[in-house]
């Protein structure tokens, strides 16, 4: 049998899980107070365990499974791991500091089918979901780096990483219950967001299934002619399908809306996108995040200049609702938006 991952488990089951080998329930409560208050792995470390249990934890359990293959250091302070699955892929996550606040940039899949023309992420294809355990760890790794180097913990948890979170739903929407939970990471669940690039039933899922959780969708282009030429998904579920969900999800969960919106200079980032991404947000109970285009695999895209991305804000903002033009952090290490992708050299 495969050994349970620790980090996945509720506490029901984790009391399951010592039942099972003979515990009682109370170690449940021990074990997780070495995983989350002290951030231990290592079973050998957990004094009040007694020796049988840590035993047959070896033997039924584990706490990491994910191996550690590069790390890079941004100048402006954020951090990129690549880690390697126990199958042999590798995935990335990014932590970014700022005043404080520690984000983590968590991935949800190895790769990512939906083949955004703007994304290097794209350029791998999809290879397979992370597990529960392996979305977790990258939270709980961080976690542990942070402990050691400052004594700070992440504060805010963003499914931006590598691939689409809600293709990966189920597994997602329990990540998000072990990191709000009291016995688990115990975060708040306004500082998690999940972003999509609009799978139009799967918004309405999330809705039903995780509705205290923020959804940030990626929306990229303003019109269907634009958005169906950076992201083929819109071809499936074109913007008034995307509405109609966006709409409804704003209504079943009373939440405000983020939209993320991609600037590619003569593309999405004209005076005419402006007016259109003003109507679209005029209409409803959103926000919009600016992203201009970092750099990538994308073939043929450009960034626009300072001054044709003032203009388009200058537009958008008399809309009066709330726009934030998100700064490119890590982009010297490839750890900004939309740059993940594989990665495999080894730590010496
Ligand atoms: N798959 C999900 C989440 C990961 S992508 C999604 O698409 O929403 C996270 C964000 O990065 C998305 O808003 C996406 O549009 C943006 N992005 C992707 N490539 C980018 C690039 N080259 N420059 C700027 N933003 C990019
Ligand atoms: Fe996948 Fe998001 Fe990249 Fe599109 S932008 S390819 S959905 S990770």
Redesign the pocket.
Known sequence: MKPAHLLALESEELKGLMLEVGEPAFRAAQLQDWLFQHLEVDFDRMTNLPQSLVEKLRNSAVCTVLKTASVQESRDGTIKWAFETPDGHFFETVMIPSEGRRSICVSSQIG?A???TF?R??TMGFIRNLTLGEILEQVHFVNRHLRDKDGSRVTNVIFMG???PLQNLDIVVSACRRLISPSGFNLSRRKITVST?GIVPKILEWAEKAPEIKLAI?LNGSNDAVRSEL?PINRRYPLEKLFAAADEYIRLTGQKLTFEYILIKDKTCTTEAARELRHIASHRNCKINLIPLNKGDNAGLVAPSEEEIEAFERELNRGGFQVLRRKARGPDIYAAC?QLAKEQKKVA
Do not use: D, F, I
Request: hydrophobic residues 30%.
């Open positions: 990512c939906m083949g955004c994304c992420t794209a590598m691939g689409e690039s990626s992201m939309g």
